[in-house]
């Protein structure tokens, strides 16, 4: 009788697992801005929730996100230390959120890649808490319950996040706009016509490039309208050739996807401002390109 009952304690422990695997996810992608670690955080999340007495559980969603949230801010510390290695700049790696807009949560907050990188400024008890409130709605008790600390605290980590991405959440700008935008970009673009571009560029425009070392990937953020203009311009007659473009929503945003032969080999989308084009983001290394599938224009 005993073996019954652990065998159907397995199977509630699966369903119950399986019902919130997604969430689980999505909110190690958002603490990590990686999908292979993320999937790491979902199978050691897999491996303890099997050990747990699941009578003693009354919130199995939360205790889930509990268990992904903390060990998330532990991957975090050695996660920053890898990027110390890491060639050029690094961005976070691009999902596409076509099939499953939310990753598992409530909202696409915290999901766009601007933000994303700037969640990489926090710490990761800041970032977690963000996350824990913007993406999921937690109340300040329950944050201050899952990072340890008291909740007067857990506020205080909200507020301090909060302020450093108020700056993106002022300028955000529709999808559409971003679309219109990053359109009128690629036919620039592919001309190498610098005046074209300019006029797209907001006037304090980067352009970051992550390639992790590959090939025609630039090692350095562009930085300011001329600048990225000339650096877009110079590389027109050979960067484009053999490609085609197509679409994809990718992080919630409109991104183009580059391909060779049927192979993505970049995927490029803008953040955009009421003043033009704030940032260009090329993902361009192949380990962050596996999620990504083209769909031609």
Known sequence: ?????????????????????????????????????????????????????????????????????????????????????????????????????????????????????????????????????????????????????????????????????????RDAVPAAESRRLLEAFLVAAQKGDVAELEQLFADDIVSYTDGNGVKLAARKPVVGRSRAARFISAFSSHFWAGKSIGWVTVNGQPAATLSVDGEVTTVVTVTASPGGILQLLWVMSPDKLRHVSAVEA
């Open 1 to 169: 009788m005993q073996r019954h009952d652990d065998h159907d304690d397995d199977d509630d422990a699966l369903a119950l697992f399986s019902r919130e695997r997604r969430r689980v996810f999505g909110t190690a992608y958002r603490m990590l801005g990686s999908v292979s670690d993320a999937e790491d955080i979902v199978q050691e999340t897999w491996i303890r929730w099997q050990a747990v007495d699941l009578h003693q559980v009354d919130e199995p969603a939360a205790y889930l996100t509990t268990i992904a949230t903390r060990l998330s801010i532990n991957l975090l510390q050695s996660a920053h230390s890898r990027r110390e290695t890491y060639i050029g700049p690094w961005l976070p790696e691009p999902v596409n959120t076509e099939a499953d807009p939310s990753l598992g949560a409530e909202t696409t907050e915290a999901l766009e890649m601007a933000c994303l990188l700037l969640l990489e400024n926090l710490t990761p008890t800041e970032r977690a808490a963000y996350v824990l409130r913007e993406a999921l709605d937690y109340p300040y008790e329950r944050i201050a319950e899952v990072v340890g600390s008291s909740t007067a605290n857990a506020r205080q980590l909200v507020s301090r996040a909060r302020k450093h991405l108020s700056a993106r959440q």
